[in-house]
């Protein structure tokens, strides 16, 4: 197992240019020696390939898994084979989750780099006696990154966090073209079905259900969207999407995928609408955008019926949810794609060294990822895919820049 989960990282190296240059940067300059490291991510190859990453700049590190079924013991495996305190394994129930959470808290990181903020939760919960010793943490979702500023508002964050998912060259393309893809991935995987025909279900239109929209739509599925943000809905219809409330869309839908980030957008008033045969799938972080609760209420029995799939029996119709609700592209597939991941890492790991250097300038709150580093990870794709483009001239910028130039 550990040679297979080897060959899983070379192949994600093989794959993520970016981070390999900055790769080398971090091996020539060391900006991490010292460093502590305590991360909560999805255990797989493109992970390992940050981790790996981060210790060329001269880091220690222990990381643990963010979801209990995203971790691929293969490469958690080949982690510990290279001297990694990893504490990930898939399948993990709450109580060894937390516990895993509480072994990477123990090694008393610097800085934290997590997916979710699971792992920033706890240092501000049960374990807040080790906060005040980081220096600060980079998040990595869009749920993340809601609950870290509320916690901002309250006047509760103990120390600064970098909005990774904010930045242009992860959210643009990681959440819209990796989840679209990977999630696509998941269900056919799941189910092997056909999506093409299909009345697909996409609730929530921001970035990453625009990607799932839109690669449902080029798989010849007929596309609806629920939304409760006004201008949302309208983007949604103008690129071509029916809109409509969920309770009109359960009556209606084949495949159901919430991608919110909140609670209950899936619930018993909408189960029971749903027709014999409706597939449930979730691609946000959390496992409670989908009502389990409720669809256990009112079934009046279940099995699994195939890898990932569990039948629940509701006497008149059978509903099916794939992957527990959980996160459809990482429990069943193998997340999003590599060459996505190679600048969201690599956004992750100019985080983690921004912060060594600069987090005494820093407030506690959460900050967006600063544009010169942002931009550096998009020069660095071009340059990785043999792209050049223009600059401006010289009397292109004061024209830009100069109120009095006429036409």
């Known amino acids: 197992m550990v040679e297979k989960g080897y060959n899983k990282i070379q192949w994600a190296e093989k794959h993520m240019k970016v981070i390999g240059k900055i790769k080398e940067e971090f091996e020539n300059?060391?900006?991490?020696?010292?460093?502590k490291i305590g991360m909560a991510l999805h255990v797989e190859a493109k992970t390992a390939v940050l981790v790996k990453t981060l210790v060329a700049g001269g880091a220690e590190v222990a990381i643990t898994g963010c979801n209990p079924l995203s971790s691929q013991d293969d490469v958690?495996?080949?982690?510990?084979?290279?001297?990694?305190?990893?504490?990930?394994?898939?399948?993990?129930?709450?109580?060894?989750?937390?516990?895993?959470?509480?072994?990477?808290?123990?090694?008393?990181?610097?800085?934290?780099?997590?997916?979710?903020?699971?792992?920033?939760?706890?240092?501000?919960?049960?374990r807040k006696e080790h906060a005040k010793n980081v220096m600060g943490a980079s998040e990595e979702t869009t749920t993340g990154i809601i609950r870290l500023r509320a916690m901002e508002c309250e006047g509760?964050?103990?120390?600064?966090?970098?909005?990774?998912?904010?930045?242009?060259?992860?959210?643009?393309?990681?959440?819209?073209?990796?989840?679209?893809?990977?999630?696509?991935?998941?269900?056919?995987?799941a189910t092997n079905m056909l999506i093409?025909?299909?009345?697909?279900?996409?609730?929530?239109?921001?970035?990453?259900g625009r990607g799932i929209a839109m690669r449902a739509k080029g798989m010849g599925a007929n596309v609806i969207v629920t939304e409760v943000d006004e201008v949302r809905a309208l983007e949604a219809v103008m690129d071509g999407f029916r809109v409509m409330k969920m309770g009109e869309a359960a009556k209606i839908g084949d495949i159901f995928v919430t991608t919110t980030g909140n609670i209950d957008v899936i619930r018993k008033e909408h189960l029971k609408l749903m027709k014999s045969g409706a597939i449930l799938a979730n691609a946000g972080h959390f496992n409670v955008e989908i009502n389990i609760n409720d669809l256990e209420k009112i079934c009046k029995a279940k099995r699994e019926i195939r890898d990932y799939i569990t039948?629940?029996?509701?006497?008149?119709?059978?509903?099916?949810?794939?992957?527990?609700?959980?996160?459809v592209n990482l429990v069943v597939a193998d997340g999003h794609p590599i060459e996505v991941m190679d600048m969201s890492f690599s956004n992750q790991?100019?985080?983690?060294?921004?912060?060594?250097?600069?987090?005494?300038?820093?407030?506690?709150?959460?900050?967006?990822?600063?544009?010169?580093?942002?931009?550096?990870?998009?020069?660095?794709?071009?340059?990785?895919?043999?792209?050049?483009?223009?600059?401006?001239?010289?009397?292109?910028?004061?024209?830009?820049?100069d109120w009095r130039c006429g036409t």
């Open 76 to 126: 958690s495996n080949a982690l510990k084979d290279m001297g990694i305190r990893c504490f990930a394994k898939r399948g993990m129930s709450n109580e060894e989750y937390y516990e895993a959470l509480n072994k990477v808290i123990d090694f008393e990181p610097d800085v934290v780099v997590d997916d979710g903020a699971d792992l920033i939760f706890l240092l501000h919960g049960e």
């Open 349 to 401: 790991a100019l985080a983690v060294r921004y912060l060594v250097e600069n987090h005494e300038k820093l407030e506690k709150k959460v900050y967006p990822m600063p544009e010169e580093l942002d931009r550096k990870v998009a020069r660095l794709k071009l340059q990785s895919l043999s792209i050049e483009i223009d600059e401006l001239s010289e009397k292109q910028i004061k024209y830009l820049s």
């Open 29 to 35: 300059e060391k900006p991490l020696k010292g460093i």
């Open 311 to 327: 039948e629940y029996d509701l006497g008149d119709k059978k509903l099916y949810l794939l992957g527990e609700g959980r996160l």
């Open 196 to 208: 093409a025909g299909k009345n697909f279900v996409v609730a929530g239109y921001g970035w990453c």
């Open 156 to 189: 509760v964050l103990s120390f600064p966090v970098i909005a990774v998912n904010d930045a242009k060259t992860k959210y643009l393309f990681d959440n819209r073209y990796g989840t679209g893809q990977s999630t696509i991935d998941g269900i056919i995987r």
